[in-house]
């Protein structure tokens, strides 16, 4: 069984920093890419940021200059470093690995249980 565990969540103010962990855990066999996607009340989840397991990476356009996401291979986490948050950052970040589990045909995607940011103006 596969397990996302994210960390690092939390209120903080305009301006200031956050960094967001997410470990992986269990069968895995292999992980190709990690990311982060946020889910702001009343609006649809979006992909924040995302990185292969050969270092290629995507930002939305919104966090460019502001988040940098990292990994760890060796231990299958998953890092983001948000800078410079705005009150529109606000959101529940979940935590999603295309990986594929131990004894499994193919990749597929999952997902932690999410963790809080909100950033107070």
């Known amino acids: 069984q596969v397990q996302l565990v994210e960390s690092g969540g939390g209120l903080v103010q305009a301006g200031g920093s956050l960094r967001l962990s997410c470990a992986a855990s269990g069968s895995i066999f292999s992980i190709n890419a990690m990311g982060w996607e946020r889910q702001a009340p009343g609006k649809q989840r979006e992909l924040v940021a995302r990185?292969?397991?050969?270092?290629?990476?995507y930002y939305a356009d919104s966090v460019k200059g502001r988040f940098t996401i990292s990994r760890d291979n060796a231990e299958n986490t998953v890092y983001l470093q948000m800078n410079s948050l705005k009150s529109e950052d606000t959101a529940v970040y979940y935590c999603?690995?295309?990986?594929?589990?131990?004894?499994?045909?193919?990749?597929?995607?999952?997902w932690g249980q999410g963790t809080q940011v909100t950033v107070s103006s």
């Open positions: 999603n690995a295309d990986l594929k589990s131990s004894g499994a045909y193919s990749y597929a995607d999952y």
């Open positions: 990185i292969t397991s050969g270092g290629s990476i």
